[in-house]
């Protein structure tokens, strides 16, 4: 079936906008992840989500990001007031439960200008 | 946390050679994967291997989970291969994935 789908492929911004990243998860997977990867960090874990339990929050960077999954499937990554720091790819990742093989998809280019 | 160190951290190769990348981490694994990160920048994977040893072609890896470390093995290397490649391991009840720094292969026609 089809992989892990996101949107947009690249997204460009005014230093202080809001922006949304979409992430499709392959279907009937429970557990959805989203990481980051710059060039000074590598890639780092952001927040995981696992079926209606309470998503683990534990690696966003600040408050200006958040996120939610609907519905146990879609989910969007948003970050308010945008900083040149937050430039990265942004990549997304389901698996069929939480602790197992992950699934990554193509990931979001942001640049803040 | 738990550290995962990968080396060397640049591999230049002539098409047909061999190589050894190599996944070090600091503590008990739950999981282990190795994902190859091509030029547009997909995360493919590779193996999900937490212990043992697994092949895919001209690929394979073992972990030695005592041991804490992992290897993959590429075999008549192709400049398809060519690309960054990761180890990443997951502990305990957390389920985020921590990443090595990544090996830059660079195999050369």
């Known amino acids: 079936g089809a992989g892990v789908s996101q949107s947009p492929s690249n997204k460009v911004t005014e230093k202080g906008k809001d922006v949304e990243l979409r992430c499709d998860p392959i279907?009937?997977?429970?557990?959805l992840y989203w990481y980051r990867q710059s060039l000074g960090q590598g890639l780092e874990f952001l927040i995981y989500?696992?079926?209606?339990?309470?998503?683990?929050k534990s690696g966003l960077p600040s408050d200006r990001f958040s996120a939610e999954r609907t519905g146990g499937s879609v989910s969007t990554l948003t970050i308010q007031r945008t900083q040149q720091e937050d430039s990265a790819v942004y990549l997304c990742?389901?698996?069929?439960?939480?602790?197992?093989?992950?699934?990554f998809g193509p990931g979001t280019r942001l640049t803040v200008l | 946390g738990i550290q995962v160190e990968q080396s060397p951290p640049d591999l230049i190769l002539q098409e047909g050679a061999n190589s050894t990348l190599r996944c070090n981490f600091s503590?008990?694994?739950?999981?282990l994967q190795w994902f190859h990160q091509n030029p547009w920048g997909q995360l493919i994977n590779l193996f999900y291997i937490p212990s043992g040893t697994k092949q895919n072609g001209r690929l394979s890896a073992t972990t030695v989970a005592t041991e804490r470390y992992s290897l993959l093995y590429i075999s008549s290397s192709q400049t398809t291969d060519s690309g960054v490649y990761f180890c990443?391991?997951?502990?305990?009840?957390?389920?985020?994935?921590?990443f090595g720094k990544g090996i830059t292969l660079s195999v050369r026609p």
């Open positions: 989500f696992q079926g209606n339990s309470a998503p683990d």
């Open positions: 990443a391991v997951l502990t305990g009840a957390n389920s985020k994935l921590t």
């Open positions: 279907s009937g997977h429970t557990a």
């Open positions: 503590d008990s694994v739950n999981n």
């Open positions: 990742a389901s698996s069929l439960a939480g602790g197992i093989t992950q699934y």
